[in-house]
């Protein structure tokens, strides 16, 4: 059994303590959180466990094997460093961290001290995700174009980072496990409205063999949009993630050119084939993503999400700042 102290208890931490408390091999041992108000709500949700106010306390005690950190990015570094330094392996929200050097530190020290990072790249968990991935890895797309995401809605404003920082963590991770190559280079765009971060922000990257991905990511937006659009050669699919029955629809639609001499004599035909939606995992991706965790430090596994992956991530991100700050120019990674 892996006993876990959460640190954090704001928005998300409810839904690590929830997740971890209906698993088999973990449970959520001890939950920290600098606000009285959070504690109290952890006590009346789960009046078995345990609260304190110091993250101290939680990475001191001997009865604690891993710490999920799920406080804000500016806090990650500290908390995650402290944690691998006490033996704790160490579960931690996206973005991994605020910068690479930070993640790097981390990786190492965890390496050296033999324990597991995961960083919570929860999509990758979901039952869309997961059947993205078996389409793209079985070649039943073929080879792919492009990945277009839109991923926009009204608030949640977060003090300490922009909406890239925020939102698009969960595309970059998506891509990181679906898009065979590591990504050459990024171009972002983006501006600030009301504090001091963006708050609408465009982002393009580019893969190997001309994959091409674009993520536009608003706190600005009236209406919520969860839409990614991927396109292959033999198949397209969309992918709306606000709706209960086929969030995934798959298109048997393709552009096939069959050249003459020049441009001008190239025939361009259309396929229009068949759409069909897949049968989806149902689980709750959390759920799965901790019992994931758990099985990683009992046999000693390394994840799919590991401080690699939350590395890879923070880099993209990097980028886009170093883009954005430049007007949209070209960075290479
Ligand atoms: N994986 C996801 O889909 C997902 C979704 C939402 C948020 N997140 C991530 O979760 C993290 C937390 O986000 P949130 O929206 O819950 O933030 P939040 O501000 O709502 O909650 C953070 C909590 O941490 C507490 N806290 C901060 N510093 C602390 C410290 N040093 N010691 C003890 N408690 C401390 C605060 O009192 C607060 O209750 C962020 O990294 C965010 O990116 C991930």
Known sequence: MIRVGVIGYGYWGPNIVRNLNGLEFARPHMVCDKSSKALARVRKA??????VSDPAEILCSPEIDAVAVVTPVWTHYELAKRALESGKHVFIEKPFTSNSAQAKELIDLAARKNLTIMVDHTFLFTGSVRKIRELTESGALGELYYYDSLRVNLGLFQHDVSVIWDLAPHDLSIMDYIIKGEPEAVVATGEKHLNG???VAYMTIYFP???IAHINVNWLSPVKIRTTLIGGQKKMLVWNDLVADEKIRVYDKGVQIASGEGIRDALVSYRTGDMWAPQLEQLEALHVE???FADCIMNNKTPINDGHAGLRVVQMLEAAETSIQ????LIRL
């Open 46 to 51: 789960h009046p078995g466990i345990q609260t």
């Open 197 to 199: 971060v963006e708050d």
């Open 209 to 211: 063999r001309n994959v």
């Open 290 to 292: 901790l019992g994931y």
């Open 326 to 329: 430049k007007k949209g120019e």
